[in-house]
């Protein structure tokens, strides 16, 4: 590996530790840590899996593939697969996920301090920001990696190391095993960071094409070795805030809500200055992924519509937007948020996994139909929530851990696999080799 190659391995790496962190994710690790108790390593263990395994998991069918983000949805077909992923792109851009940011960045970072300030006024000066990081679309990724990461990194490592060294109390209880993996994967699970991944490849690919890195195959090396740094980071960091909830255990009890558990266990390690870090530790971890959801989305649909309209006009479209709906507070947003998630992250989990077997399932119909299944299943849990169904979800194999949708996945997986081999077996072209006339 030459020099460039190696700086730029670690400049995408931190790149993806920023932009998978987020605040969001910020606030799980200390609550399962507390609620795992003695157990806390093994709930971590869980989260690390179910989040970042499955994220970076994304990013490399993504590159191993080839095709971009269309390259892991292809095979349901041209329609279902643009469709899905603008309603991915949409969601994890202007609706959703980019106003989250800017409306969490003002409740953590601004209000506490600056009571006058109201959140439209913040949020004018925030998207402004996130637009002129955006602006220049190669750069997104470098300035993620060399300017937000860093930030976020020493303001965690200071907390982490006063908490290890002058811990708040003693782990006091112990979390059964399997409530431990439950509460982890179910954490995990609830990140939805899968989807951030399909949407963030656009970014990460541009920016490697731009350092000349322009086949399949060097992608794909350059993402395996930004991911392995991006998760030793995200190991060390998760961990650490996972430790933290821990050794407070015997403080605070599983009801505590998770965004007051941060600010408590930051006010009790570093004082009421410490209150500063964690706004700017809060705001620069809303905006590292808004910069780079801003710059994907506008990206994506750049290409989806031939590139006749440009990559700055949807910056500034989707940027509008999101501060719009960013006004209406973190609480609605989650609540327009949760249902439109929920129907589309488990297939999308579904199409990564079966992106990885790419190679050795070639049948559409497989796609299809464990797809067309997860959709279903992951409709009438959303539903179920609202309205009363006659299909009993709960009874499903793991829905305690969110994933009832992969036991109907395999099922119908395998019957188009049937369909796939009796069709393959009556074609005149199998017929004629075996010396039968169709």
């Not at 200071?158 to 179910?186: R, W, Y």
Request: glycine content about 8%; proline content about 4%.
């Amino acid at each position: 590996m030459n020099h460039k190659s190696f700086k730029d391995t670690f400049v995408i790496g931190f790149a993806i530790f920023a932009m998978f962190f987020g605040a969001g994710n910020l606030i799980f690790p200390p609550y399962l840590g507390l609620i795992a108790g003695r157990n806390w390593f093994l709930a971590f263990l869980c989260f690390m899996a179910v989040d970042i395994g499955l994220s970076l998991l994304a990013l490399l069918v993504v590159a191993k593939i080839g095709k971009g983000a269309a390259g892991v949805t292809e095979k349901l077909g041209k329609l279902p697969s643009m469709l899905i992923l603008s309603l991915n792109a949409i969601c994890l851009g202007p609706l959703i996920a980019i106003p989250r940011t800017a409306a969490t960045a003002y409740e953590f970072s601004v209000a506490p301090f600056f009571p006058k300030i109201n959140a439209p006024v913040f949020s004018v000066i925030f998207f402004a920001v996130v637009i002129l990081f955006c602006l220049k679309q190669s750069k997104v990724i470098d300035i993620i990696g060399t300017v937000f990461a860093p930030l976020i990194l020493g303001a965690l490592i200071i907390l982490i190391i006063k908490g290890i060294f002058m811990p708040l109390g003693t782990i006091d209880i112990a979390a059964s095993v399997q409530s431990a993996a439950e509460a982890g994967i179910g954490a995990g699970y609830q990140t939805m960071d899968v989807m951030a991944a399909m949407i963030l490849s656009s970014s990460i690919l541009i920016t490697l094409a731009q350092k000349s890195y322009t086949t399949k195959e060097q992608q794909f090396h350059m993402i395996s070795r930004s991911g392995i740094i991006a998760a030793a980071i995200l190991f060390i960091v998760y961990g650490g805030l996972a430790y933290l909830g821990a050794t407070v255990s015997g403080i605070y009890g599983p009801e505590t809500d998770r965004v007051a558990l941060l600010i408590a266990i930051t006010k009790a390690l570093l004082g009421e200055k410490g209150m500063i870090l964690l706004g700017i530790l809060v705001c620069a971890a809303c905006m590292t992924p808004a910069i780079g959801l801003l710059s994907s989305s506008a990206s994506f649909f750049e290409k989806q519509t031939g590139n006749r309209i440009s990559y700055r006009t949807f910056v500034f479209l989707f940027a509008g937007v999101s501060f719009l709906i960013s006004n209406f507070g973190i609480s609605r947003i989650l609540k327009l948020a949760a249902p439109i998630l929920n129907m589309i992250y488990p297939v999308l989990i579904l199409l990564v996994v079966l992106g990885m077997m790419n190679k050795w399932i070639s049948h559409r119909i497989i796609y299809r139909l464990s797809a067309l299944s997860v959709i279903a299943v992951s409709t009438l849990t959303t539903l179920s929530e609202y309205i009363h169904i006659p299909f009993d979800i709960a009874s499903l194999p793991l829905y305690q851990y969110g994933f009832q949708w992969i036991t109907p996945a395999l099922l119908c997986g395998l019957l188009g696999l049937m369909i796939a081999e009796r069709k393959h077996l009556l074609s005149p072209v199998f017929l004629g080799n075996v010396g039968i006339r169709a």
